[in-house]
């Protein structure tokens, strides 16, 4: 059972790790003179990401629905964040290797081919659907309906049954 206090810490961390994410897309080409910086806020920022996948992952696991099996009604009420969050994941981790490795010589000269700038407009456009489907999805985990038992789940189990 997630009690008040543990999920507002859990919310918390959640949010102050979209922040963090947000600020490093928002303000991480002004670091490009110093690529080891760079590199390391990347490596913190993809850390990020996945350790927001994991939070999410573990609140699906202390959810009552998921204790009492039915697994397939979380993924798919949240299949979107998960998708998203996936897709999000491999494109920030491809945008990061291929700038600093183009980057990391020469990092004075302007460097944007036409494969990286579509990259980092289809990253950041992905970004936004990331940022709302994980904070959606973090909210709503906050319902009570997840972490006891109640009509709504007795009658999703007899339709899942079916």
């Known amino acids: 059972m997630l009690h008040t206090t543990n999920y507002s810490l859990v919310l918390s961390l959640q949010f102050l790790l979209l922040v963090y994410d947000l600020l490093m897309n928002s303000f991480s080409e002004l670091l490009?003179?110093?690529?080891?910086?760079?590199?390391?806020?990347?490596?913190?920022?993809?850390?990020?990401?996945?350790?927001?996948?994991?939070?999410?992952?573990?609140?699906?696991?202390?959810?009552?629905?998921?204790?009492?099996?039915l697994v397939s009604l979380l993924f798919h009420k949240f299949k979107g964040t998960i998708i998203v969050s996936a897709v999000y994941l491999a494109l920030s981790i491809a945008f990061h290797v291929w700038v600093l490795n183009l980057r990391w010589q020469n990092s004075n000269s302007f460097v944007w081919n036409d494969g990286l700038q579509a990259l980092f407009v289809f990253q950041r456009l992905v970004a936004v659907f990331y940022y709302y489907f994980y904070k959606r999805t973090a909210l709503c985990l906050g319902d009570p309906r997840f972490y006891e038992d109640s009509l709504w789940l007795r009658q999703e189990f007899i339709r899942v049954q079916k």
Not at 58 to 64: E, K, V
Request: glycine share 2%; no cysteine.
């Open 32 to 69: 490009r003179m110093a690529s080891v910086i760079q590199l390391v806020l990347f490596i913190i920022q993809d850390i990020a990401i996945l350790f927001n996948v994991i939070v999410i992952f573990l609140m699906f696991f202390n959810t009552y629905v998921f204790q009492a099996g």
